[in-house]
């Protein structure tokens, strides 16, 4: 695998390119996927129609229930996160969204960074902060749908465009999810379970096939990125044209083990823990439903972290900040990490 050498004090540069526009987006560009998503001056106001909860989650889900809807969403946000704010300001500007998650399902928001305190499903009492951490919300939004049982039906980190959450919605109201996966349930909508891997964006930080990621036997010396994607993706073509062409970026990933992997192909991979399969199977016992995704794992084959969700310059330069430095050795939790880190 081809590298360079590790670049120092590569934060704030990270921070500057963040902060600056690399490229003009085209005229055509979706607007869900091009946006500054640095922190907002604005601190985020809640739509009025949220459920103005006591934050004892079991008793929310019991009222939505008694109140005919399908069950309960918990929104985990940040008053100036530019993904939370794009949630509100287009997801929920949206009549139809609007009109079917009041129908089907009751919002309860949690504030990641929040000290009132929550009674959780388990009837244990945290403050927000401490439920958020014990939830795992890396990315924000974190949306944990549950069904009437108090199941989790579905969970999304990080942003989705009305599309996705469109189909999140109907997911879980519909009850597919007692059924099948969310990746299957997006594919039969799409159509999309056979792409060309010509079809892909290629980098040159990419190593080239065949797939022999295992690190099971044989630790290697640095973390590994792997990038799931699909032909015909609007949104991989965002991430190639305008994120990865920022030059600390790519030199993040040419530090790294990096590979492209088609989530649909059937072409063989042995993964990081030295079982062999194909890239679709792969995917799918992932979860993956999402392209593109990019998922990190250790230097001995252990996932550190999944962003599987929308990803502009400031999250993925915070994220390759925390696999670049290493510190999952001494700090697993990426968000305990950033918590630490705000202090």
Not at 69 to 92: E, S, T
């Amino acid at each position: 695998m081809r590298h360079t050498n590790p670049i120092t004090a590569i934060l704030p540069a990270l921070l500057w390119l963040a902060a600056c526009p690399l490229v003009a987006t085209p005229p055509q560009a979706d607007n869900a996927y091009s946006f500054d998503d640095n922190p907002r001056e604005e601190p985020l106001v809640y739509p009025e129609w949220f459920k103005e909860s006591f934050l004892d989650i079991g008793q929310d889900l019991n009222d939505s229930i008694d109140a005919g809807k399908k069950g309960l969403m918990v929104y985990f946000g940040q008053r100036r996160c530019a993904y939370c704010h794009k949630l509100m300001d287009d997801n929920f500007s949206l009549s139809d969204i609007v009109e079917y998650t009041r129908q089907n399902f009751d919002i309860v928001p949690i504030d990641i960074w929040g000290v009132d305190e929550v009674t959780n499903l388990a009837g244990q009492v945290l403050t927000e902060r401490d439920y958020a951490l014990a939830e795992g919300t890396n990315f924000t939004p974190s949306i944990i749908f549950y069904d009437a049982e108090g199941r989790q039906a579905l969970r999304l980190r990080g942003y989705y465009p009305p599309y996705q959450f469109r189909a999140a919605l109907e997911y879980v109201a519909g009850g597919h999810y007692a059924k099948e996966s969310f990746r299957d349930y997006l594919a039969r909508g799409e159509n999309r379970m056979v792409f060309e891997a010509d079809d892909l964006n290629e980098e040159d930080f990419f190593s080239p096939p065949p797939f022999n990621l295992d690190r099971s036997r044989l630790p290697s010396e640095y973390p590994l990125a792997v990038f799931f994607e699909q032909g015909d993706c609007h949104a991989c073509d965002i991430l190639h044209g305008q994120v990865l062409r920022a030059p600390a970026i790519a030199h993040e990933f040419a530090v790294l083990d990096s590979v492209q992997l088609d989530m649909w192909s059937d072409k063989p991979v042995i993964t990081p823990d030295g079982r062999r399969t194909t890239t679709r199977q792969w995917a799918e016992e992932l979860g993956l439903f999402y392209a593109p995704s990019i998922i990190f794992f250790d230097e001995g084959g252990k996932e550190i972290l999944r962003v599987d969700s929308v990803v502009r310059l400031y999250r993925l330069g915070n994220v390759l900040s925390y696999i670049s430095t290493k510190a999952y050795l001494t700090e697993p939790s990426y968000q305990k990490w950033r918590v630490a880190r705000m202090r």
